[in-house]
């Protein structure tokens, strides 16, 4: 599993049903393990009625630097709170690579860029990508017990499987918010993740532990945004 998957991903991860929702803003995240710091991911968004665009950006810190910072822009159209993808750019800001997807949902071909050479998939039903995913989860009002995405996650097209563990209360800054935790799965692999969602008005992941190929657990925690005065 890829680190910058995990660290770029779960963040944004879920969150537009309500009309109090804004338009724009952004959401950090900071990245650590045990004590260490190891930098933040920063989430940009706006939106209107019609159309998105969500943008989440590593700021990699000590052991993180050996993976590089990434970059990973979704762009797509909204209907009735319900996120459709139609561009995903993800950049390599290290080695300065980039990665285009198409999505042709009229043909229901994906088309996936890079290097000069186009891999294809037919479209699956409930696509998203490492972006909209958690963002689609707030159109819905009460979050599933199970949830299950096929995503777009570079160059590939994995299944995520996300099981509701327990309902606790997590201390996010000086605030205690009642969250749900969620075990997660990538195509059945052994290797989990967990993640806590806010369950009051929006949807947010406010924290996320995940095992990483280098070895580590990374735990990611949401740390800044005005959407922390409402959750």
């Avoid at 779960?10 to 045990?34: D, H, M, Q, R, V």
């Avoid at 999505?103 to 409930?126: S, T």
């Avoid at 095992?211 to 657990?217: L, R």
């Amino acid at each position: 599993m890829k680190i910058w998957l995990f660290t770029l991903s779960f963040l944004f991860p879920l969150f537009c049903s309500s009309a109090n929702f804004p338009s724009s803003g952004k959401l950090i995240y900071k990245l650590s393990f045990e004590d260490q710091y190891l930098g933040t991911v920063n989430v940009d968004f706006k939106s209107d009625k019609n159309s998105y665009e969500i943008a989440a950006t590593s700021n990699f810190f000590g052991m993180m630097k050996l993976v590089g910072d990434y970059q990973i822009v979704s762009q797509g159209k909204k209907i009735m709170n319900n996120y459709l993808p139609l561009k995903i750019t993800r950049k390599n800001l290290k080695k300065n690579k980039i990665t285009t997807t198409s999505i042709d949902y009229k043909n229901k071909l994906i088309q996936i860029e890079r290097k000069n050479k186009v891999k294809e998939y037919q479209l699956k039903e409930n696509t998203q990508d490492i972006v909209s995913y958690f963002f689609e989860l707030n159109s819905k009002k009460e979050i599933p017990k199970e949830i299950k995405f096929t995503i777009l996650d570079s160059y590939d097209y994995n299944e995520y499987v996300y099981t509701k563990i327990q309902d606790e209360k997590l201390q996010v800054g000086k605030k205690i918010i009642d969250v749900s935790k969620y075990q997660g799965r990538i195509n059945g692999d052994d290797n989990i993740h967990h993640i806590w969602i806010s369950k009051k008005n929006f949807h947010i992941p406010v924290k996320i532990v995940t095992p990483t190929p280098i070895g580590i657990i990374v735990t990611q925690e949401l740390i800044k945004g005005k959407l922390l005065d409402n959750i």
